[in-house]
Structure formats: structure tokens, C-alpha cells
């Protein structure tokens, strides 16, 4: 496999999820139905990723995703397959759309990988790109799903952080180099317990970790929590910036914020493209604030672009990178 | 025999059943009409409403059933207002469409009117209870492409839903609940306080004869908040006492609630878990011995469409049973439908 050079200043990269293309949703139907298997599904959905990892070239992005074509909602692909759950009753998402919220019956633990093979399959068509390892964080898995069984909100977390735990190994021992861990669910509830409750589980999640340690939270008031989570065990916090009208920078800067930033400069809720001098004014924005040096900003959307259609997040990505480039050539 | 009334009242819309699901969706399809569609959806409110009254509630309502979120009946009927883009809830997995106002909203046919005649008649001896979004709420969870402040907007929300609020009114709903769950939002201020109570009230003096509530939920209010909205001319204030917990105990220890009842969220609507008796007693006797009101709603902490159907239904036989034990148990006078 050729290898590939992430630029030294402002890498690109995604948040993780992309539009359902290709035979994804269909594998997602069949394979809920019944009409086929686990391994079947994987081999069906591997079209979907190639094809999404073909937009991501297209539009240069430096670190790639799989782009979660297999999951079809982020906390029950991985409650499907740990121990501990069962399959919930049917909860509503948007509109008519329905998910089977899992609920928690058992105690939580690990059975065998359940993205790896999704993400090495990326790898292998990534042209030498580096493919993040992307886990919904144990967190979020809590405050999304029901409990049954544990009552114990502690509990419950750090048995979920021990079996993301238990896959994240599995991937460093096949050679992941960057590894994820969503956590949309935490600025929702931007209080100081609930943030050191995350940090014992990201704890156990990231101890002793050699592979770039990132985790990623969105929306919400995050500026009232910020102190709280700067002690978090990660090299990097992905954020949603634009959104929010990059309200979070004079925070960065009080608190001294020295790790790296994935720094979220795509709306992904508005199917507005914006323009490379928009991306680029953002960055600027950035570096003008002096908080850290461009070797240690990423450049990606707020988040998952999963609700935009194929065409807006392909342009928008290949905006997004243009910026970047301009913005090595100044900064 | 205490001089305090209770009675249980479900906050809002219920789930839908699979019947429904796959209705909407046979619709949007193509291949059910109108006709079958508004069969399905008019069969199973009859449900949902018999779930309640069968508990004695005085007031239920009819589940919202064809509503795909709270602002959606409205962003679809009136003008210069559409559903777009989705966005999180609070802090629910479940997503909601933007509304985008692109001029001042204007009335088409009204929203809340018809179905109350539907279903009025229906939910007797109870009466109907509607609820809206309230303005604040509306307009900080929309789109404001109008030219005007995000105050005028407010102000024009607010004229429309107290417009929706006096036919319904006049159609037979006989409670008003003006859903402000933003209030709870850390980022809420002494000022969306003020203007919530002073448009919550301009809607509630619309509503005639029939009981009004403003209601709080997903978590606690700051006191600054709560204080600014006791300023509302509402008969109740709805705090959820569940996911807020001790925060809005607190309040009501130090503010009280003077000039209203009180709108206790307890039965959880968020989790499927059985609420324990004593946990939900022992909310109620807090509260109460905080502020002392005199006229008590046991309610969900919130709408109960976050949950899976079966168990909205067990929620509402819960907080049912759990009202009428509460009631016995403090001696309280217990609010039945069809008389007391």
C-alpha cells in the first residue's frame, strides 16, 4: 500500500458518517429482515464504502472514513452486537422514521469486533490515506439507550467503556492510527458531573492508547463544561464550530487550550455550500485567535454528514479542502 | 382531609403504534388514501384517549398522533413558515425539523379547532386538553430569515397560537398547555422569561373558560428563569421533577409558586422502567412541602413519544393509579372526571 503524507498544517478530515449511497440502506433492510447474514451484509455494504471513499479522494480529504454505510443508527449498530442488550421497541428518530432504541437487559461486554471489518475494508481502498477508527463513546451509548438492568448509571458506562475498549485493541493491533470516540450526547447535558462521569469512562476507553486519541462532541453549550473536560485522556476534541458561530474560541482561548482541535467549519445542517473564501475566513479566524498553531488544527464539517445529500457533502468536502490548502500557503 | 386537589394529567402526544407507523407510511407512498389514513389515525387516538380516561384523568388528550413534531402542524399550515433541515431535540435521540420563517407568519385553516370536535365528544366525561408550542420556545428553535427581531417574531407566534387557542376553545378543549420547554435550557435568560410569561399570557387570557398551564420540562429552569416566569397569568406551572430532580425542588423551596397550581412531573416519560410508588410519593410530598399549593397536576415529566407505545401506555395506568394511591394516602381531594 503507497504511503501517504498527511500535511504537516491544517490535515482534513470528516467526522465520520456520509449520505447512504449505493446498496447500503437495501443490505441495512435485508439483513434486519433476515434474508441474510452478518458476514453477507458487510460484503454488500463494502460498494457503499468504496463509493464513499472514492467521493472523499475526489475531494482530497487527508483522513478518511468508512462512512458508517453499515450503520443505521449510531448507538444500535453497536448495541446489536455487544452482550447485554436486546433489541428495543420501535422509538422515534424524525418524522416517521423509527429505530428499535436498544434496551440494556445484561451486563455489557465485548463479543467480537463489530466495525473493523467495515474500516479495514476502507483502508484498503483509501489509496494509502490514513482511515480513522470512529466508536460511538460510551456516553452516548448510556444516555441513548434504555436500562433494564444495571439502575446505576456509573456502572453501566464503564461496562460500555470496557467493551469499546476491548475493540479499539482489536484495531490497534491491525494498525489503526487514528481512533474516535463520538460523544453528541454529552452537550446535551453540560454539567460538571456528567462531563467527570465521561472522563472515568474515556479513562478506561483511552488508557495507554498509542494511536492519535480524538474525541468528537457537537452542538449544545459545551463553553460551561470546557474546564471540565480539558483533562480528558485524548489528543484531540472534534468540534462543531460553525453551527454555533464559532462561539467556543474566546472559551479555548481563556482556559490556555493546547490539544490538538478538530475544528468543525461545515454546517452540516444547512444545504448551503460554503464557499471556499467562508472555509477559509473561518480558519483565519482561527489562527487569529492564537490559541494553537496550525500543525494542530484539523480541518473537518461540524459533524457526520449523513443528512445531506451526496452531492452538497461532496461539494462541501471539496470546498473544505481547497480552504485548507490556501490557508497552509498563509499560515 | 387536606384542602389540596390532585388530579393525573399526561403532558402530551403519545407514541404511535405500529398500525400508525406503517399507515403515515403506506400514505406518503401512495398506496393508502386520505380516507384510510385519517381511519387509522382517528381508530387509535381513540385508544390513546381511552388509556386516559379511563384513569378518571379530567383532561387528556387525543395523542398528537399524525404530528411529527411539536412546531410541525403549524410550519405546514401557516404561511411563510416551512418545515426544513433536521435538528436534535434537546437532549432526545429524536430530531425535529427547523422551522424557516421567511415573513411574518399568517393563519390558513386552523390547526387545533377541528380535531378537538373530532375528539371531544369523544373523551367525555373528560375534556380535551390542547397544547401548543409556546412562542419562546417556537422562535428560538426556528429559522428567523424574516427581517424582524427575534422578539417581534415571538410576538407573531404568539398572536397566531392564541388565535388557534380561542377556537379550540370554542370548538370544546377544555385545557390549555403552552409547552416553554426551553426555559430549561441553560442558555434561557431573565429576559426569555419575561417575554414567555408576557406572551403565555396574552394566549392563556384567550382561552375562556378553560384551565391554562405553562409547562417546563427536560430539566430544571435557573431561578432567574422560574422567577420571571411566575410573572404568567396561568392557573399552573409544570416543573419536571424527574429529570431536574433536586435542582427543581429547590426552586420550589425557595420561590414557591405563588398565584398558581402546580404541574408536577413524575412519572417518567423518558425511561421504560416501572416508576417505583415511594420515589414518586416522595417527590410529590416534597413538593408540596416546599410550596404548598393548593391545586396539584401529577404529570408525565414530559410527552410521552420519546418511548416505545406499550410503555406510554403503562406510564399513563402508573401515574393513574399512582394519583388516586397519592390522593388517598395525603387525603387529598382526588379530581375525577365527570365529577369529584
Known amino acids: 500500500m503507497p504511503g501517504y503524507e498527511v500535511p504537516r498544517k491544517f490535515p482534513t478530515t470528516v467526522v465520520g458518517s456520509y449520505p447512504k449511497i449505493g446498496p447500503a440502506d437495501k443490505a441495512i433492510k435485508m439483513r434486519r429482515s433476515g434474508e441474510i447474514g452478518e458476514e453477507e451484509f458487510h460484503r454488500i455494504a463494502r460498494e457503499s464504502i468504496r463509493m464513499v471513499v472514492e467521493d472523499y479522494l475526489w475531494a482530497g480529504v487527508d483522513i478518511l472514513s468508512d462512512g458508517e454505510q453499515t450503520r443505521e443508527d449510531m448507538v444500535v449498530y453497536f448495541a446489536e452486537r455487544m452482550d447485554g442488550y436486546r433489541e428495543g421497541d420501535w422509538v422515534r428518530v424524525f418524522d416517521n422514521v423509527y429505530f428499535r432504541k436498544p434496551v440494556v437487559v445484561g451486563r455489557i461486554g465485548w463479543r467480537q469486533p463489530m466495525i473493523l471489518e467495515d474500516w479495514e475494508y476502507a483502508r484498503s481502498v483509501a489509496q494509502g490515506r490514513p482511515v480513522k477508527l470512529i466508536l460511538t463513546g460510551p456516553y452516548t451509548m448510556l444516555e441513548w439507550s434504555f436500562d433494564l438492568h444495571y439502575g446505576d448509571r456509573r456502572e453501566l458506562i464503564l461496562d460500555l467503556a470496557r467493551a469499546l475498549r476491548r475493540e479499539i485493541d482489536a484495531a490497534l493491533a491491525r494498525g489503526a492510527e487514528y481512533v474516535q470516540v463520538d460523544e453528541p450526547a454529552l452537550s446535551t447535558r453540560p454539567f460538571r458531573e456528567e462531563a467527570e462521569l465521561l472522563k472515568e469512562a474515556l479513562d478506561i476507553v483511552f488508557r495507554g492508547v498509542g494511536a492519535k486519541r480524538i474525541v468528537h462532541i457537537c452542538y449544545g453549550e459545551l463553553e460551561r463544561i470546557l474546564p471540565y473536560i480539558l483533562e480528558y485522556p485524548v489528543d484531540q476534541f472534534d468540534l462543531e464550530m460553525k453551527n454555533s458561530g464559532f462561539r467556543l474560541l474566546p472559551h479555548l482561548k481563556e482556559y490556555g487550550y493546547d490539544k490538538e482541535i478538530g475544528y468543525g467549519v461545515i454546517d452540516v445542517h444547512s444545504f448551503q455550500v460554503e464557499s471556499v473564501e467562508e472555509v477559509k475566513e473561518a480558519i483565519d479566524r482561527l489562527m487569529k485567535a492564537d490559541i494553537v498553531g496550525p500543525e494542530k488544527v484539523y480541518i473537518d464539517p461540524d459533524c457526520g454528514l449523513k443528512r445531506l445529500p451526496r452531492e452538497i457533502a461532496r461539494e462541501k468536502l471539496r470546498n473544505m479542502v481547497e480552504a485548507a490548502r490556501l490557508a497552509r500557503e498563509e499560515w | ?340
Open chain 2, 1 to 340: 382531609m387536606s384542602d389540596v386537589k390532585i388530579e393525573g394529567q399526561v403532558l402530551g402526544g403519545y407514541p404511535r403504534s405500529r398500525i400508525v407507523r406503517r399507515a403515515l407510511r403506506q400514505y406518503e407512498s401512495g398506496s393508502y388514501s386520505l380516507l384510510d389514513r385519517e381511519r387509522v389515525l382517528h381508530s387509535s387516538a381513540l385508544t390513546v384517549i381511552g388509556v386516559q380516561v379511563g384513569q378518571g384523568f379530567p383532561y387528556v388528550v387525543d395523542g398528537m398522533l399524525d404530528w411529527h413534531d411539536i412546531f410541525r402542524p403549524y410550519a405546514e399550515a401557516w404561511r411563510n413558515v416551512t418545515p426544513t433541515g433536521l435538528l436534535r431535540y434537546f437532549d432526545n435521540n429524536f430530531f425535529y425539523r427547523i422551522p424557516l420563517f421567511t415573513g411574518e407568519p399568517e393563519p390558513t385553516d386552523p390547526v387545533l379547532a377541528p380535531r378537538v370536535r373530532s375528539y371531544a365528544p369523544i373523551a367525555e366525561p373528560s375534556k380535551l386538553k390542547v397544547v401548543i408550542p409556546g412562542p419562546v420556545t417556537f422562535t428560538l428553535m426556528s429559522s428567523n430569515r424574516t427581517g424582524v427581531s427575534d422578539e417581534e417574531l415571538a410576538e407573531a407566534i404568539a398572536r397566531l397560537l392564541a388565535e388557534e387557542v380561542s377556537l379550540a376553545v370554542e370548538a370544546g378543549a377544555g385545557f390549555v398547555q403552552i409547552d416553554e420547554p426551553i426555559l430549561s435550557d441553560p442558555k434561557a435568560s431573565k429576559d426569555h422569561a419575561a417575554l414567555a410569561a408576557e406572551l403565555s399570557s396574552m394566549i392563556a387570557s384567550r382561552a375562556g373558560g378553560a384551565k391554562t398551564m405553562l409547562s417546563i420540562y427536560f430539566y430544571s429552569p435557573k431561578p432567574e428563569v422560574y422567577e420571571g416566569v411566575l410573572e404568567t397569568k396561568v392557573d399552573y406551572i409544570m416543573l419536571d421533577l424527574v429529570d431536574a430532580g433536586g435542582a427543581a425542588l429547590r426552586l420550589l423551596e425557595r420561590k414557591g409558586c405563588p398565584g398558581h397550581g402546580v404541574g408536577l412531573g413524575v412519572v417518567n416519560a423518558r425511561n421504560v422502567y416501572s416508576d417505583e410508588y415511594e420515589a414518586v410519593k416522595g417527590l410529590v410530598e416534597a413538593a408540596m412541602k416546599a410550596c404548598q399549593p393548593e391545586e396539584v397536576l401529577l404529570t408525565t415529566s414530559t410527552w410521552l413519544d420519546l418511548i416505545p407505545y406499550k410503555y406510554s401506555l403503562r406510564k399513563t395506568r402508573l401515574l393513574g393509579y399512582y394519583t388516586h394511591r397519592i390522593a388517598g394516602e395525603m387525603g387529598a381531594l382526588l379530581a375525577l372526571a365527570g365529577g369529584e
